[in-house]
C-alpha cells in the first residue's frame, strides 16, 4: 500500500467527452452555444421575476431560485471543458478539483429540497387554497430556501468528509470532463470499498428518498383532487406536469449515476451532459412556456425595454 498523501499529485487530467478532433470541434461549439442560451434562459427567469411585481408570490420566488442553481450549476462544469476543448489543457489543480465536488453537491442537494418546496407550495396551493397565503408566507418561502441551502451544504459536507483523509499516489486521469466523488475516489492507492459504499448510501438517499417523497406528494395531491372533484384531476395534473417533468430530467441522472450498481462511464458522461447543459435550458422552456404569466411579465418587460 502507497504512504502517500495529496501532495503527491497535484493536478487531474480530464479525459474528456473524445479525443477526436472533430468531435472536440463539434463538442465546443454545442456546448458554447448551449451554455450561452442556460445563461440567457435562467437569467430572463431571474430578471422577470425579480422585476414584475405580479410574480412576486411563493411559487415564481422559487422558480427564480430554481433558475440560479441551474444557472450555477451549469457555470460549475461547462465554462471549464469549454476552455480545455479549445486550448487542449485538459487539467485541473487538486484543489480546484475538491472545490467543484463540494459546490457541486452544495448546489445538488440545494436544488432537490428546493424541488420538495415547490412540490409543498403545490400541495397547498391545489388542496388548502384557502389557508395558502398563510402557509406559504414570506417568512416560510425564506425558510424554505435557507433549508435547501443547509441541507445541501450538510450534504456535501457529509460527502467530502469520508474522502478527506484518501491518499493519491499516480494515477490522475479522470475520465470525463468534470470531477466528482465515484471518478474521484477510483484514483485512490488505499482500499475504497467501504468508501464508495458509504459515498453511494449517502448520495442515494438523499436522491432517492427525495424522489419518492416526491412521487408520493404528486399522488397524494391528485388524489386529494380526485376524490374533492373529478372533474378537476386534469387541471390538477396540468399544473403538476411541468414540474413533474422537471423532478425526472434532474433526479434521473442523479439517481443512475449514484445508485445504479453497474456503472458505465460512457453513460455517466451522457447523463452529465444532460444534468449540466440540457435540463438547466429545458427548465426555464418548461416554466415559461407552458405559463401564462410568466410570458405576459416577459412581454411587459419587454415592451418597457423598448419604450427606453
Known amino acids: 500500500m502507497c504512504e502517500a498523501n495529496y501532495s503527491e499529485v497535484s493536478e487531474f487530467v480530464f479525459l474528456g467527452l473524445s479525443t477526436f478532433r472533430p468531435m472536440q470541434h463539434f463538442l465546443l461549439t454545442?456546448?458554447?452555444?448551449?451554455?450561452?442560451?442556460?445563461?440567457?434562459?435562467?437569467?430572463?427567469?431571474?430578471?422577470?421575476?425579480?422585476?414584475?411585481?405580479?410574480?412576486?408570490?411563493?411559487?415564481?420566488?422559487?422558480?427564480?431560485?430554481?433558475?440560479?442553481?441551474?444557472?450555477?450549476?451549469?457555470?460549475?462544469?461547462?465554462?471549464?471543458?469549454?476552455?480545455?476543448?479549445?486550448?487542449?489543457?485538459?487539467?485541473?489543480?487538486?484543489?480546484?478539483?475538491?472545490?467543484?465536488?463540494?459546490?457541486?453537491?452544495?448546489?445538488?442537494?440545494?436544488?432537490?429540497?428546493?424541488?420538495?418546496?415547490?412540490?409543498?407550495?403545490?400541495?397547498?396551493?391545489?388542496?388548502?387554497?384557502?389557508?395558502?397565503?398563510?402557509?406559504?408566507?414570506?417568512?416560510?418561502?425564506?425558510?424554505?430556501?435557507?433549508?435547501?441551502?443547509?441541507?445541501?451544504?450538510?450534504?456535501?459536507?457529509?460527502?467530502?468528509?469520508?474522502?478527506?483523509?484518501?491518499?493519491?499516489?499516480?494515477?490522475?486521469?479522470?475520465?470525463?470532463?468534470?470531477?466528482?466523488?465515484?471518478?474521484f475516489i477510483k484514483l485512490a492507492c488505499t482500499d475504497t470499498y467501504k468508501l464508495k459504499f458509504m459515498v453511494t448510501a449517502n448520495s442515494g438517499f438523499i436522491s432517492m428518498g427525495t424522489f419518492f417523497l416526491l412521487i408520493f406528494s404528486y399522488i397524494f395531491i391528485l388524489a386529494t383532487v380526485w376524490k374533492q372533484s373529478s372533474g378537476g384531476l386534469s387541471k390538477a395534473f396540468s399544473t403538476l406536469s411541468a414540474h413533474i417533468t422537471v423532478v425526472i430530467l434532474f433526479f434521473g441522472p442523479c439517481i443512475f449515476v449514484y445508485v445504479w450498481p453497474f456503472p458505465t462511464v460512457t453513460v455517466d458522461k451522457f447523463l452529465a451532459i444532460l444534468d449540466f447543459m440540457i435540463t438547466p435550458i429545458l427548465n426555464p422552456v418548461i416554466y415559461t412556456l407552458r405559463n401564462k404569466d410568466m410570458k405576459m411579465a416577459m412581454r411587459r418587460l419587454n415592451s418597457q425595454l423598448l419604450s427606453w
Not at 33 to 59: E, Q
Not at 95 to 103: A, E, L, P, R, S
Open 30 to 183: 454545442f456546448s458554447t452555444v448551449f451554455y450561452i442560451t442556460i445563461v440567457l434562459g435562467n437569467l430572463l427567469v431571474v430578471y422577470t421575476v425579480t422585476f414584475d411585481p405580479r410574480l412576486h408570490s411563493p411559487m415564481y420566488f422559487l422558480l427564480a431560485n430554481l433558475s440560479f442553481i441551474d444557472l450555477c450549476l451549469s457555470t460549475l462544469t461547462v465554462p471549464k471543458m469549454i476552455s480545455d476543448l479549445y486550448s487542449g489543457q485538459n487539467t485541473i489543480s487538486f484543489q480546484g478539483c475538491v472545490i467543484q465536488i463540494f459546490v457541486l453537491h452544495v448546489l445538488g442537494g440545494s436544488e432537490m429540497m428546493l424541488l420538495t418546496a415547490m412540490a409543498l407550495d403545490h400541495y397547498v396551493a391545489i388542496c388548502k387554497p384557502l389557508h395558502y397565503l398563510t402557509v406559504m408566507s414570506p417568512r416560510m418561502c425564506i425558510w424554505l430556501l435557507v433549508g435547501a441551502w443547509l441541507i445541501g451544504l450538510t450534504h456535501s459536507v457529509t460527502q467530502l468528509a469520508f474522502v478527506v483523509h484518501l491518499h493519491f499516489c499516480v494515477l490522475n486521469k479522470i475520465d470525463s470532463f468534470y470531477c466528482d466523488l465515484p471518478q
